[in-house]
């Protein structure tokens, strides 16, 4: 029911900077809802990067992300964005954003996997 769309990708040089945003749009609950931030890679799983809880705005970030990338959000338009900076190679990849629901008994740690919705993709590439 919940729809994610991400926009944003293309071609940076590196130690350039990208933002990507995701447009979220169907959701109709009142619970907690993270947004999150994955990078696939071709022949790897897709890795977590970041994410945000929508309704306080607290994020966490994957270590390789931590003091380059930013995730921040705007309530009036219902969209999430990725600040990319001081991009790397091992940045390049296919940038997700996903969302699910989370509840008062998880973990923090709950926060870095089990996404249910999830957008189309939006290509990075990072030269050099």
């Known amino acids: 029911q919940v729809q994610l769309r991400e926009s944003g990708g ?3 040089q590196a130690g350039g900077s990208l933002r990507l945003s995701c447009v ?7 619970n ?5 931030w994955f990078r696939q890679t071709p022949g790897q799983d897709r890795a977590f990067v970041g ?15 931590k003091g380059r990338f930013t995730i921040s959000k705007d309530n009036s338009k219902n969209t999430v964005y990725l600040q990319m900076n001081s991009l790397r190679s091992e940045d390049t990849g296919v940038y997700y954003c996903a969302t699910k629901e ?5 973990s923090d740690y709950d926060l870095f996997t089990h996404y249910d919705y999830w ?10």
Request: glycine share 14%.
């Open 10 to 12: 293309g071609l940076v």
């Open 24 to 30: 979220a749009s169907g959701r109709t609950s009142s």
């Open 32 to 36: 907690k809802y993270a947004m999150g």
């Open 51 to 65: 994410t945000i809880v929508w309704n306080d705005g607290s994020t966490y970030y994957h270590d390789s992300a």
């Open 102 to 106: 989370i509840w008062d008994y998880m």
């Open 119 to 128: 957008g189309q993709g939006t290509q990075v590439t990072v030269s050099s």
